[in-house]
């Protein structure tokens, strides 16, 4: 009874590495979120997916590119990883039927840019 | 400008007592309405969602107001183990797919 699964569970770059989130969910969800949430801001929405093939801006896009590689993956690229993207990374699915759609978040992945 | 905006708090209470948690949101188009709940260092989880007619569940009591833009969350004979942030999260449908916008939280502290 995985359902959201991220990988890693904590990860130190340093500035201009890259690196790829890796996000999965079990659950046939339709779609799929990355927030990141850091000390006084709350969860702030990077990109999401409504159905596979499409991704769409949130919040806070700029330095991270998206792929839904199909209905169950959802991975976050940061291709020249930067102090200000320390934070922690949160991948979530819901059902997106009808209103009150529940979203399911991951245990987090903690990212630290030295 | 936070288009969910949430009283930070803390909110410190004795157990026992019954506290209440109000979030307004910005935009009047958004369609549905949550509280989640996280606790340190973990992920959020749903506590409950809201709807228009006010519900409740145990000592949890939901309330939305649309014509003010205001939810609430209502949280009677408080525990210990209800210490936490809650979070005050709106959806509205884009061209596709729902958005989930998170309040910043209020955070609960529960002391014997």
């Known amino acids: 009874n995985a359902g959201v699964t991220q990988t890693p569970k904590f990860q130190v770059l340093k500035t201009g590495q890259s690196m790829t989130l890796q996000c999965a969910q079990d659950m046939n969800h339709n779609s799929m979120y990355w927030y990141r949430q850091d000390p006084g801001m709350g969860l702030r929405l990077i990109y999401y997916s409504a159905s596979e093939g499409t991704t769409d801006k949130g919040e806070v896009p700029n330095g991270y590119n998206v792929s839904r590689l199909n209905k169950r993956e959802f991975s976050l690229r940061l291709e020249s990883a930067a102090p200000s993207q320390t934070s922690v990374y949160f991948c979530a699915s819901s059902a997106d039927r009808g209103l009150n759609t529940e979203a399911f978040f991951g245990q987090g992945t903690r990212l630290t840019v030295v | 400008r936070k288009e969910v905006e949430q009283d930070p708090g803390p909110f410190n209470v004795p157990e026992g007592a019954t506290v209440a948690f109000n979030c307004t949101y910005s935009n009047s188009a958004s369609q549905s309405f949550f509280w989640y709940r996280q606790d340190c260092r973990k992920e959020p989880k749903l506590l409950m969602s809201?709807?228009?007619s006010g519900n409740e569940d145990g000592r949890f009591t939901a309330q939305l107001n649309r014509a003010s833009q205001y939810i609430s969350l209502l949280i009677r004979d408080s525990k210990l183990s209800d210490s936490a942030t809650y979070l005050c999260?709106?959806?509205?449908?884009?061209?596709?797919?729902?958005?989930?916008?998170f309040g910043k939280g209020t955070s609960l502290l529960v002391t014997p």
């Open positions: 999260v709106v959806s509205e449908r884009p061209n596709s797919g729902y958005a989930l916008n």
């Open positions: 809201v709807y228009s």
